[in-house]
């Protein structure tokens, strides 16, 4: 998977893709991360974003400087991407839209920065609107990289067989069971005796059991999706 990011601010996500998971996905040969500084397709370079028309506080970014870094971007192959853009205003961000997305050869992501993007972005540009939460933040960065990291982990080959066989052992609307590693006790706090018992079957059933029981108590909301 090609993934190209488009943002004023390219330093904020080396570290981040330089790490953990989206660097040993790069490494693997299964993506490739591009960063485009929007700043640099500018026609003025000191000036990528503007008072908003009609008033109101706060700036609002230029269409001209988008459009410039999409379309030389563009220019370089005939592989079109699915544009996304990261704002407030989006779809709400799930694991199923993370799902479809990890299926697609080609992604960008636009992320803003001061209060939002002028209108001509979206209306011109096809885009797919993305918000990770219902909170504002100060720019598109931090939500690129969120989506970026859920959608690179699930690229075929990127986690090891057994992380990912086990993220899709349940339903992905379930919350997780409860977790445990050694030691068998800590401070008075015991494993439960069956994940120790090597009986697989019964191991199974208490999973389910505590996923289930773990969803109706924090997101009953989720169950009826199961
Ligand atoms: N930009 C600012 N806030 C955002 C959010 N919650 N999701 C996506 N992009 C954003």
Request: aromatic share 8%.
């Amino acid at each position: 998977m090609r993934i190209d990011i488009l943002t004023l601010f390219s330093e904020m996500f080396e570290n981040v893709l330089g790490h953990s998971i989206l660097k040993i996905a790069r490494e693997k040969g299964l993506v490739q991360y591009n960063l485009f500084n929007i700043r640099e397709y500018a026609d003025n370079k000191r000036c990528v974003d503007d008072r908003p028309y009609g008033g109101g506080p706060g700036m609002v970014m230029k269409p001209e400087p988008v459009f410039n870094t999409v379309g030389a971007i563009e220019q370089q192959t005939d592989v079109r991407p699915r544009k996304i853009l990261l704002t407030p205003q989006g779809a709400r961000f799930s694991q199923s839209i993370a799902r479809e997305l990890a299926k697609e050869p080609y992604l960008m992501l636009i992320c803003g920065h001061y209060e939002g993007f002028d209108e001509r972005i979206r209306i011109g540009l096809d885009v797919f609107e993305i918000s990770i939460g219902d909170y504002v933040l100060s720019g598109g960065e931090i939500p690129a990289m969120v989506v970026v990291d859920a959608v690179v982990r699930l690229i075929p080959g990127v986690l090891g067989d057994q992380e990912s066989a086990a993220s899709e052992s349940f339903s992905d609307d379930l919350l997780e069971y409860p977790q445990y590693t050694r030691p068998a006790e800590y401070r008075g706090m015991k494993v439960p005796e069956v994940l120790m018992s090597g009986h697989h079957q019964k191991i199974k059933e208490w999973q389910r059991e505590h996923a289930l029981k773990r969803t109706v108590e924090r997101r009953p909301d989720n169950l009826n999706k199961i």
